[in-house]
């Protein structure tokens, strides 16, 4: 089956502008979290939806917002983009069937540069 | 939330097999470890996952002791291709939810 999909793959922006970045999870996955991918501060967590809510949040600005539709796909907005939010940004889903052990699987991710 | 460190980097030549060991002290009773390889500008690719003692599949082995405070990934024969950046993470997902922490990943340089 189809992995995760993430659109789109490349994007260039402006200081100051929003982006809107789109993930469709593999069929079935429930669960949808999101990353911000640096060379300087690594894989960081940004959120977790499930059920077109946030269940989980990592340390980032509120620029950062995301969101769940009823069918599992989920898009992450930055708004007023800064420099240092250039990053590839990676969209995971998850089962998350309540059994432990769920693997998380990737998509190859949207890069932004913001300039 | 239990924080992983792993080696920065290690060098290997083709055809040998390379470990690399993550140590994950404060994991949790529901925790499982899972390894992901990532080339550059691609989303890590899943690898292995287990609880405790050996799993292996097709690509690795994953060496988990009874204490689980560390694991132990274990790439057999690895090949030009097997450079990549490894990462080990430990995740909870029986608490509604989980947030995913990475440590900064293994850098491994497989040389001819």
């Known amino acids: 089956k189809a992995g995760v999909t993430q659109t789109p793959r490349y994007l260039i922006k402006t200081r100051g502008q929003q982006v809107t970045l789109s993930c469709s999870p593999i069929?079935?996955?429930?669960?949808v979290s999101w990353y911000q991918q640096t060379p300087g501060q690594g894989l960081q967590f940004l959120f977790e939806y499930f059920s077109e809510t946030q269940r989980n949040k990592g340390n980032f600005p509120g620029r950062f917002s995301g969101r769940q539709f009823s069918n599992s796909r989920s898009e992450m907005n930055v708004s007023t983009l800064e420099l240092g939010d250039s990053a590839l940004y990676l969209c995971?889903?998850?089962?998350?069937?309540?059994?432990?052990?769920?693997?998380?699987?990737f998509g190859e991710g949207s890069w932004l540069t913001v300039v | 939330l239990a924080k992983t460190t792993q080696p920065i980097s290690m060098d290997s030549y083709e055809g040998q097999e390379v470990n690399i060991t993550c140590s994950h002290n404060n994991i949790a009773t529901n925790d499982y470890i899972t390894w992901y390889q990532q080339f550059p500008s691609q989303g890590p690719r899943f690898i292995i996952q287990?609880?405790?003692t050996k799993v292996t599949n097709e690509v690795a082995s994953l060496f988990i002791p009874a204490d689980r405070k560390s694991s132990t990934l274990s790439l057999p024969r690895v090949s030009l291709s097997d450079t990549a950046v490894y990462y080990c993470l430990v995740v909870n997902q029986n608490t509604g939810g989980f947030k995913t922490i990475f440590g900064a990943g293994t850098r491994l340089f497989v040389k001819a």
């Open positions: 995971a889903s998850s089962s998350d069937t309540g059994a432990p052990g769920n693997t998380i699987y």
């Open positions: 287990g609880y405790k």
């Open positions: 069929s079935g996955h429930r669960s």
